[in-house]
Nanobody, 124 residues
Framework: QVQLVESGGGLVQAGGSLRLSCAAS????????MGWFRQAPGKERELTAT????????YYADSVKGRFTISRDNAKNTVYLQMNSLKPEDTAVYYC?????????????????WGQGTQVTVSS
């Protein structure tokens, strides 16, 4: 069992930055691939970034490539999403998720555990 708690969301102006954190409970965090999804109002949840258990592999959606960076610290049971050059279209609830296998597929079913989400709002 893995419990995930996101933090770091908020209101920021376009062009600004935020860093999201996702703290995980449980001793098996380091064995899980981690992903960040986001869901904007009226839209489906979409994969934003993923990272393998040992950080060897990462994936970014085209919409965030070059602006967002996913990282993890297994000693701290935490995964991060550094978001730079934010745009109004990045406004969404951001969720972290843990899955037993690394995947770059935009499919929520690949993940076993989810956080409650954190709101990110980017004003123009």
């Amino acid at each position: 069992q893995v419990q995930l708690v996101e933090s770091g969301g908020g209101l920021v102006q376009a062009g600004g930055s935020l860093r999201l954190s996702c703290a995980a409970s449980g001793r098996t965090f380091s064995t899980y691939a981690m992903g960040w999804f986001r869901q904007a109002p009226g839209k489906e949840r979409e994969l934003t970034a993923t990272i393998s258990w040992n950080s060897a592999r990462t994936y970014y959606a085209d919409s965030v490539k070059g602006r967002f960076t996913i990282s993890r610290d297994n000693a701290k049971n935490t995964v991060y999403l550094q978001m730079n050059s934010l745009k109004p279209e990045d406004t969404a609830v951001y969720y972290c998720a843990a899955g037993r296998h690394y995947s770059s597929t935009n499919y929520y079913g690949n993940y076993d555990y989810w956080g409650q989400g954190t709101q990110v709002t980017v004003s123009s």
